[in-house]
C-alpha cells in the first residue's frame, strides 16, 4: 500500500486539520471528533456524519447553504453517539437540530442515541434516514435500501431551506420527500484499499465489474463482464428507471411524545415529462473525463426516456477512498427542490 498518509491511527485527524487549516471559518472539535461551521446564527442546525473515505461527503458540505456540522468516524466505521450528541449541543441554535442519516445499521443505531439524548436535554431534534440506493434491498450494513450520492442532495436541498429561515419541522418533511423521490445506483471497475487493512477489499478479474456495488465495497446484484461504458451506463440506467414504487417502515422521532414512532413511507415513481437532477458521482479513482463520458451517455438515455435533465453534477461527491467506479444519481425535482438547489452555497466542495 502506498498513499499520502503518515500512519493509519492519525488518517482522519490529520484530515480534519487540513481542512480545517484550508477553511478557517470551520471549526473542529478532536475529542469527540466533529466539525462545525458558526455563522449559522437563529436557524435550524443540519448535521450529518459516518465513517471517513467518502469525501467529500460529509464535512466537505459544511458551510453556508448546506450542512452545520458532520462528524466524522474512522475510515468505513459509524461515529459514535457521543460525537453526534456533543456536535448536536455546539451548533443548535434553539431553532432544532436535524440529522441526516445514511440508511447503514451503525449510524442508525448511533445517531438515534444522540437524537434520544438531546431530546432529554431539551432540545428539538428531528431526524431523516436516507436509503437512496435502488441496487439492493438488505446487504452486509443495512435493513434495507443503503444510504449513498442521494445524501448529497438531500444536504444542499434542505441546507437552502434552514438558511432562509425555514422550520424544523419543514426541513425535515422536505428532507423525507427529497429522499421518496430520488434513486442512485453504483459500479465498481476496481476496489478501494482501506489503510487500515492495506490491501484490495475485493478482487474483481480484468473484465469484471460490479454491478450495483455499496460505498464500502459491499457487494451488488452480480458481476458482469465490461463491454463498454455505454452499454454499462445503459443497464444502470435501466435499473434506475424501472424501479417501482414501493413503501416501507420508518422510525420518526415524535418531538411531543419523545419516543419512536413506526410510520410507512413510499418511494415514488419516476414519471416522464418531468425535471430531475442528476449526479455522476466518481467513486475516488475515476478520472474526470470518463465521468463525463457517463454523463453523456446518461443525458442520452434521459431525453430518449422525457427525463428533463433540469440540473446535474459531475465530480466526486460521495466517494470510496481510491475505488475506481461511478455512481449514478437521478432525483424527481418539484419547483421547490430546484429552486433551493440554485441558492446560494459556500463550502470546501460545492460553491455558487
Known amino acids: 500500500m502506498k ?12 484530515q480534519m486539520e487540513g481542512l480545517a487549516a484550508s477553511r478557517p471559518q470551520l471549526k473542529a472539535n478532536y475529542e469527540p471528533r466533529y466539525m462545525w461551521h458558526e455563522e449559522t446564527p437563529g436557524q435550524v442546525a443540519l448535521v450529518s456524519g459516518g465513517g471517513a473515505g467518502h469525501e467529500p461527503l ?29 456536535c448536536g449541543n455546539q451548533v443548535n441554535t434553539g431553532e432544532g437540530v436535524l440529522f441526516f442519516i445514511k440508511n447503514y445499521t451503525g449510524d442508525v443505531l448511533n445517531f438515534e442515541t444522540a437524537v434520544e439524548l438531546l431530546h432529554s436535554d431539551g432540545i428539538k431534534v428531528g431526524s431523516v434516514l436516507i436509503d437512496d440506493d435502488v441496487a439492493v434491498k438488505d446487504s452486509l450494513y443495512t435493513a434495507g435500501r443503503r444510504g449513498v450520492a442521494g445524501t448529497v442532495l438531500v444536504e444542499k436541498i434542505v441546507g437552502a431551506a434552514a438558511d432562509k429561515g425555514d422550520s424544523l419541522e419543514k426541513c425535515e418533511a422536505l428532507a423525507h420527500r427529497i429522499n421518496n423521490n430520488c434513486r442512485s445506483f453504483g459500479v465498481a471497475l476496481d476496489a478501494c484499499v482501506v489503510p487500515a487493512a492495506g490491501k484490495p477489499s475485493f478482487q474483481l478479474a480484468d473484465d469484471e465489474v460490479e454491478f450495483g456495488v455499496g460505498i464500502h465495497g459491499e457487494p451488488g446484484i452480480e458481476r458482469i463482464k465490461f463491454t463498454s461504458a455505454d452499454e454499462l451506463v445503459d443497464k444502470m440506467f435501466l435499473e434506475l428507471k424501472e424501479n417501482i414504487s414501493y413503501s416501507r417502515t420508518l422510525r420518526l422521532w415524535n418531538r411531543v411524545e419523545g419516543e419512536w414512532d413506526e410510520v410507512e413511507s413510499t418511494v415514488e415513481d419516476f414519471v416522464t415529462n418531468h425535471d430531475y437532477i442528476a449526479i455522476v458521482n466518481g467513486l475516488g479513482a475515476t478520472p474526470e473525463s470518463e465521468l463525463y463520458g457517463v454523463y453523456n451517455r446518461l443525458a442520452y438515455n434521459c431525453e430518449k426516456e422525457g427525463y428533463r435533465i433540469a440540473r446535474n453534477l459531475v465530480g466526486n461527491y460521495c466517494t470510496s477512498l481510491n475505488m475506481e467506479g461511478v455512481s449514478i444519481t437521478l432525483l424527481k425535482a418539484d419547483k421547490e427542490m430546484l429552486e433551493l438547489f440554485d441558492a446560494p452555497v459556500d463550502t470546501a466542495a460545492m460553491k455558487w
Open 3 to 14: 498513499k499520502l498518509i503518515n500512519s493509519v491511527e492519525d488518517v482522519v485527524k490529520e
Open 58 to 86: 460529509h464535512a466537505g458540505f459544511i458551510g453556508k447553504g448546506m450542512l452545520t456540522g458532520a462528524c466524522p468516524g474512522e475510515v468505513f466505521t459509524s461515529p459514535t453517539p457521543d460525537q453526534m450528541y456533543e
